[in-house]
């Protein structure tokens, strides 16, 4: 008994800890918004959001990571095989919108539209480039997490990972909220 | 557990409705511009509370997360701290970058 509550203690600390960390990348995220709108107006007479983002998409890719992050807190017990199965929807889907918003960095590259093009276009890149690598290290995350729950199980250590995890991925989306409406559908006014 | 399923509808409503909203045209392109940013920023409250738990119980059986259970919630304070510093950021960018522009 009186481990398990040292655990607890321990569990409590390091989800407490992990709030803050993503505390500390709001603020980080907030930094890039602000040069977003900043620089938005330094397009060197290339054109502007409106023309060169593409809004169906957009709200596809909302949707994707919107049902992964919900399918990712979805498991209230920690059995292990409800949380693997959660665990691979959600990798499924965040994969497939980790790939379509590469498709679009692709396209704009492609185009003559990279980061170099422009102070308003760096800024974009800066900004929803950022949020990629973080969504890429998500991915890994659960790609290990599932391996480690696979092989030992629904112990402490995998637990406390997994219910960090669960904080993460739907800040991840939080924050996609904000690229979507402010930059796409703000955008496209 | 309800509150996750009604935070998730909402946060359909309000991804479909702005994107509607801004694809048809609606409204004057101010008055557009407004309920963006109403549905953004009401969207990501939204999912603060009902996907991250912020301020409540957490979901899972398996945690008792003591600091919830402390009088003073500091998670929550530490948020408020943090949307405070991120409106200082944001907004002052803007004033400080608009009143050189302004000035030069």
Same mark, same amino acid.
């Given at each position: 008994?009186?481990?398990?509550?040292?655990?607890?203690?321990?569990?409590?600390?390091?989800?407490?800890?992990?709030?803050?960390?993503?505390?500390?990348?709001?603020?980080?995220?907030?930094?890039?918004?602000?040069?977003?709108?900043?620089?938005?107006? !330094?397009?060197? !007479? !290339?054109?502007?959001?409106?023309?060169?983002?593409?809004?169906?998409?957009?709200?596809?890719?909302?949707?994707?990571?919107?049902?992964?992050?919900?399918?990712?807190?979805?498991?209230?017990?920690?059995?292990?095989?409800?949380?693997?199965? #959660?665990?691979?929807?959600?990798?499924?889907?965040?994969?497939?919108?980790?790939?379509?918003? #590469?498709?679009?960095?692709?396209?704009?590259?492609?185009?003559?539209?990279? /980061?170099?093009?422009?102070?308003?276009?760096?800024?974009?890149?800066?900004?929803?480039?950022?949020?990629?690598?973080?969504?890429?290290?998500?991915?890994?995350?659960?790609?290990?997490?599932? !391996?480690?729950? /696979?092989?030992?199980?629904?112990?402490?250590?995998?637990?406390?990972?997994? #219910?960090?995890?669960?904080?993460?991925?739907?800040?991840?989306?939080?924050?996609?909220?904000?690229?979507?409406?402010?930059?796409?559908?703000?955008?496209?006014? | 557990?309800?509150?996750?399923?009604?935070?998730?509808?909402?946060?359909?409503?309000?991804?479909?409705?702005?994107?509607?909203?801004?694809?048809?045209?609606?409204?004057?392109?101010?008055?557009?511009?407004?309920?963006?940013?109403?549905?953004?920023?009401?969207?990501?409250?939204?999912?603060?509370?009902?996907?991250?738990?912020?301020?409540?119980?957490?979901?899972?059986?398996?945690?008792?997360?003591?600091?919830?259970?402390?009088?003073?919630?500091?998670?929550?304070?530490?948020?408020?701290?943090?949307?405070?510093?991120?409106?200082?950021?944001?907004?002052?960018?803007?004033?400080?970058?608009?009143?050189?522009?302004?000035?030069?």
């Amino acid at each position: 008994m009186m481990q398990h509550n040292e655990q607890h203690e321990v569990e409590a600390k390091t989800l407490f800890g992990f709030w803050l960390f993503i505390l500390s990348d709001v603020v980080m995220f907030s930094v890039m918004f602000a040069t977003y709108a900043v620089l938005l107006p !330094g397009k060197a !007479g !290339g054109i502007g959001p409106g023309e060169l983002l593409s809004l169906p998409r957009a709200l596809g890719e909302t949707l994707l990571l919107l049902v992964s992050s919900f399918t990712c807190g979805l498991c209230q017990c920690l059995r292990q095989s409800r949380v693997l199965t #959660l665990l691979a929807i959600t990798f499924v889907l965040g994969a497939l919108f980790f790939s379509a918003v #590469l498709g679009d960095f692709m396209h704009l590259v492609q185009n003559g539209n990279s /980061w170099e093009r422009s102070a308003f276009l760096s800024s974009y890149f800066l900004l929803v480039g950022t949020l990629l690598a973080h969504v890429a290290f998500g991915l890994l995350w659960m790609l290990v997490l599932i !391996g480690q729950i /696979w092989k030992k199980g629904m112990v402490a250590s995998t637990q406390r990972r997994f #219910l960090c995890l669960k904080m993460f991925w739907p800040f991840l989306n939080i924050v996609w909220v904000g690229v979507y409406s402010w930059i796409y559908l703000g955008g496209a006014i | 557990m309800k509150s996750y399923f009604w935070g998730f509808l909402l946060s359909l409503v309000l991804t479909i409705g702005a994107y509607f909203a801004v694809v048809e045209r609606a409204f004057a392109p101010a008055n557009l511009l407004i309920l963006v940013a109403i549905c953004s920023v009401a969207q990501i409250f939204l999912q603060f509370v009902c996907f991250l738990r912020l301020g409540r119980e957490p979901i899972s059986e398996g945690v008792k997360q003591q600091i919830l259970h402390e009088p003073t919630q500091w998670n929550v304070i530490f948020f408020l701290f943090t949307v405070l510093i991120a409106l200082v950021i944001v907004i002052g960018s803007l004033w400080i970058m608009a009143n050189l522009d302004y000035r030069m």
